[in-house]
Nanobody, 122 residues
Framework: QVQLVESGGGLVQAGGSLRLSCAAF????????PAWFRRAPGQDREFVAR???????WYTDSVRGRFTISRDNAKNTLYLQIDNLKPEDTAVYYC????????????????WGQGTQVTVSS
């Protein structure tokens, strides 16, 4: 059974940093192209970042330069380093995974975690 388990969220002041983790179970993580999405209160789920099997990364414009996605296949874990946090980054952050090829479309992903809350105070 595939499980994605996020951790690392919390309450932080604007300008601060967090590192989110997503541990993957029940799949061969190295063959999956995972991604991070987020959902802010009252808004639709939004693509944040994704990483390919080879380690290439893509970001939505609003986070580029502040967020860094990475993966450790030996640990079956996906990371999101978030720096210079802004109040508009407040959201539930989800990791997602699909085989081989990544996408910025949430509908393309087969597996989802339960989410971790990030709250940024001004």
């Amino acid at each position: 059974q595939v499980q994605l388990v996020e951790s690392g969220g919390g309450l932080v002041q604007a300008g601060g940093s967090l590192r989110l983790s997503c541990a993957a179970f029940g799949l061969t993580f190295s063959t999956y192209a995972p991604a991070w999405f987020r959902r802010a209160p009252g808004q639709d789920r939004e693509f944040v970042a994704r990483i390919s099997l080879a380690g290439n990364s893509w970001y939505t414009d609003s986070v580029r330069g502040r967020f860094t996605i990475s993966r450790d296949n030996a640990k079956n874990t996906l990371y999101l380093q978030i720096d210079n946090l802004k109040p508009e980054d407040t959201a539930v952050y989800y990791c997602a995974a699909r085989r081989r090829f990544g996408s910025s479309n949430a509908n393309d992903y087969n597996y989802w975690g339960q989410g971790t809350q990030v709250t940024v105070s001004s």
